[in-house]
């Protein structure tokens, strides 16, 4: 059964502590590998797509990196506006996206 | 580019009801699919459609239902509603170059009482 895991549940940082989140996934013919942001009350905001084991994607504070079994988001030096949940979504031989639970990420100023 | 719009943003229903719901997706994506949110299962896949055929469907019972119109807007319907049926229903749509890459509307939230 295809599935995506994501840890920790929950994760407070500082301002400015470094750290990264993991997403271990095991889905059949993986087609992409997606991170998305998401605030509270709202829909899921596209971040980034990878496709090969090896890749990294860049935008601002957040680098997401592919192996074969896992992906990382890593946050350097986060701010209070980083604070979200976290989806990582492996995309499925049906044509679906399959999500993990999230991470949701708390930056204390 | 306007981004995908989801109609009514809220709704309040009773047990044994039915509800529609509606998505605009993007201009020029011709995939929509719908996903339900809750707190325990996170976010599960509903259906997709692609010009105004259901291409996919995920394990949900038929009470949950969709269609596609020809200008790829898309609406999907709960019949008789339960309680767990309350849920924040999110709609996505995604272009044929890219149809994994899949951009969210702000979603509807359903609350059964």
């Known amino acids: 059964e295809d599935q995506v895991t994501q840890s920790p549940e929950a994760l407070r940082l500082q301002e400015g502590e470094s750290s990264s989140l993991n997403c271990s996934y095991t889905?059949?013919?993986?087609?992409?590998l997606f991170w998305y942001r998401q605030d509270p009350g709202k829909g899921p905001e596209f971040l980034f797509t990878l496709y090969s084991a090896g890749e990294e994607k860049e935008k601002e504070r957040l680098k997401a990196t592919l192996t074969k079994k896992e992906s990382f988001l890593h946050i350097t030096a986060p701010k209070p506006e980083d604070s979200a949940t976290y989806l990582c979504?492996?995309?499925?031989?049906?044509?679906?996206?399959?999500f993990g639970k999230g991470t949701k990420l708390s930056v204390k100023p | 580019k306007a981004g995908v719009t989801q109609t009514p943003r809220y709704l309040i229903k009773t047990r044994g009801q039915q509800v529609t719901l509606s998505c605009s997706p993007i201009s020029g994506h011709r995939s929509v699919s719908w996903y339900q949110q809750t707190p325990g299962q996170g976010l599960q896949f509903l259906f997709e459609y692609f010009s105004e055929t259901q291409r996919n469907k995920g394990n949900f019972p038929g009470r949950f239902s969709g269609r596609q119109f020809s200008n790829s807007r898309s609406e999907m319907n709960v019949s008789t509603l339960e309680l767990g049926d309350s849920a924040l229903y999110l709609c996505?749509?995604?272009?044929?170059?890219?149809?994994?890459?899949?951009?969210f509307g702000p979603g509807t939230r359903l609350t059964v009482t």
């Open positions: 889905v059949s013919g993986l087609r992409g």
């Open positions: 979504a492996g995309g499925g031989s049906q044509g679906n996206l399959i």
């Open positions: 996505a749509s995604s272009s044929q170059r890219q149809p994994y890459e899949q951009y």
